[in-house]
């Protein structure tokens, strides 16, 4: 670049300027009298004191210039540098490519650079606000109570880009969210350490500031501790805690079962029970049911163990009746399935276990197993004595029809013959399924005794046998009834022979007069006992045409309903 110069009028003002003052210089050499060779002198002098004043102005204005490159050259490279660490793009072009002098180049990138450094100053303050709270939550993690100034934190000046300040701020955001969720956890644990201690009455204040002092200041939420140290003491509080509350539960409701066993076994008044109403009233809930202020503190333990050890000093005598009274139980329940029991020599036990020191507790519980053991197995044999007992209903039945059959006045008019005549007719049924029910009996006591591997024993018998004997009679009885009737056939039939042969030798009396009922208008026709073996005959003349019921043996006709009389 080229430096403006003085204006011709400016020169040439200057030379008359120095024309007339070496004019009036070499006038007053005249009037001194100064030689040539001095005057040449001192004008060379003059000359020389000239030319070093221009050379030092020269100098003096070539470094100005060099200092105004300088200024321009260090105003570009830190536009460049902050441009760069804002990570944005300068309108600004290179000052090489600007025209006009050097002063007016940096009129022009002064306001430009003035503006990017205070870009650079707001932008590096956004980073401190944003460095300092993430330093601070990270301190509050870590359990660092040093509280963090903005002082205390270096600014990375090379890289203030957005994109930097957005991951920063991105990184706040999920430290602040770390943060609420620490918080919601120590609140949490908190009201669930009030909560325990409250059914519990725990002194709460005390054991939170065990935990961590911050923690008892209730009205400075944000002062609360959220380090990794003080969540885990937090946790593992509220974990001792209900074990602690299911420890005391499971006591109280072990006492609260003492105490109903207790009362019950001693037919304690309800207003003596009442007393620890809210202890038996444990002995079914679980333990999120417990919520009430006090409800499983130490003095009500301790208040509960004092009256079962008080109740259980008087239990002893109340055992000792119990005890016989399940004895007496038991054999009630072999008597009512007929199982063989020998009461003499159980209680004789008994009284030697119990005074031998042993626990009656015990005892009893013992008892109480073979009364649930007996019921049981009672309830086993219950399918086959309701079969016995309709067997046995049936044999009875059977023997009472053995003894009316042999009755030869039962057809006679007199009180109560018809209801014994229904009952022979029912009897005769219920006889017919003797073998069935037998068989059923012995196909029931067969699988009894091979699922349990042992003997059915019915009054210290086995049934098996006792069903044995009980066949092999019933064959012989029926053999010998049919010997029987075999024979009275034989010597009907030879009676009649001898009367076809010989004649009769008395009148018989008519069959209606015989078996009417006095009195009785339609009166009803009742077999003989002939009539007993007459069944099969009126089947075979039946036998070509429609067929008939079998008419059982002793069959009576009876009248119908509309034709009955008042006197049956």
């Known amino acids: 670049m080229s430096i403006s110069v003085s204006s011709p009028l400016s020169l040439s003002k200057s030379a008359t300027t120095c024309g ?62 902050l441009v760069s660490a804002l990570g944005e793009q300068a309108s600004l072009p290179l000052s090489g490519k600007m025209k006009g002098t050097l002063k007016q180049i940096l009129t022009v990138i002064d306001p430009v650079l003035k503006d990017i450094r205070t870009k650079k100053l707001e932008r590096i303050k956004e980073f401190l606000n944003i460095e300092t709270q993430i330093a601070a939550i990270c301190a509050e993690i870590a359990g660092n109570d040093r509280v ?38 120590v609140n949490s644990y908190m009201s669930e350490i009030h909560e325990l201690t409250v059914v519990m009455s725990l002194d709460f204040k005390k054991i939170i500031a065990n935990i961590n002092p911050s923690l008892a200041n209730h009205l400075s939420v944000q002062s609360k501790s959220i380090s990794n140290e003080t969540l885990a003491s937090l946790t593992s509080e509220v974990n001792s805690l209900k074990q602690l509350k299911q420890q005391r539960l499971e006591r109280l409701q072990n006492l609260g079962s003492s105490l109903i066993e207790l009362w019950n ?34 003095h009500i333990v301790e208040q509960a163990e004092v009256e079962v050890e008080r109740l259980s000093a008087r239990k002893t005598s109340k055992l000792r009746e119990l005890i016989f009274k399940r004895q007496n139980e038991l054999e009630e329940i072999y008597r009512s399935v007929h199982m063989d029991v020998d009461s003499e020599t159980a209680r004789q036990i008994l009284i030697q276990v119990m005074e031998s020191g042993s626990d009656l507790s015990d005892l009893l519980s013992s008892m109480d197993d073979q009364v649930v053991k007996a019921k049981e197995q009672a309830a086993s044999r219950k399918e086959v004595l309701d079969k016995v007992e309709k067997w046995k209903h049936a044999s009875q039945e ?22 014994n005549l229904k009952r022979a007719e029912k009897a005769r049924i219920l006889v017919s399924k003797i073998p069935s029910l037998v068989e059923n009996l012995t196909a029931k006591i067969k699988a009894w005794e091979k699922e349990r591997g042992m003997p059915f024993l019915y009054h210290k018998a086995p049934l098996l ?17 049919r010997r029987s009737r075999e024979q009275k056939r034989l010597q009907d039939q030879f009676a009649a022979e001898q009367e076809t042969i010989y004649g009769s030798k008395s009148a018989k009396k008519p069959l209606g007069n015989a078996n009417t009922v006095p009195g009785t208008p339609n009166s009803r026709r009742i077999s003989t006992p002939s009539g007993r073996y007459g069944a099969s005959i009126g089947k075979e003349k039946r036998g070509s045409g429609n067929v008939g019921a079998v008419i059982p043996l002793n069959y009576v006709a009876l009248a119908k309903d509309g034709q009955k009389s008042g006197g049956l």
């Open 465 to 481: 046998h006792t069903l044995e004997e009980y066949i092999i009679s019933r064959q012989e009885k029926q053999e010998q009834k």
């Open 148 to 185: 963090i100034s903005p002082t205390d934190i270096q600014v990375n000046e090379q890289d203030l880009t957005a994109k930097r300040l957005g991951e920063l701020k991105s990184h706040l955001q999920e430290l602040q969210s770390e943060k609420n969720l620490r918080l919601q956890r």
């Open 20 to 81: 007339s003052l070496l004019q009036e210089l070499q006038e007053i050499w005249d009037e001194i009298g100064e030689s040539d060779s001095e005057r040449d002198r001192k004008l060379l002098q003059v000359e020389q004191e000239c030319l070093d004043i221009y050379r030092r102005n020269v100098d003096k204005e070539r470094k100005y210039k060099a200092e105004l490159h300088q200024s321009l050259a260090e105003a570009e490279a830190e536009i460049s540098r």
């Open 265 to 298: 076994l001693m037919d304690m008044p309800m207003e003596e029970q009442l007393k620890f109403n809210h202890v038996t009233s444990l002995v079914s809930s679980s333990i999120d049911d417990i919520s009430r202020q006090g409800s499983l503190s130490i």
């Open 398 to 419: 059977e023997s009472w029809l053995d003894e009316y059959e042999k009755d030869e006045n039962r057809y006679s008019a007199g009180k109560g013959v018809h209801i």
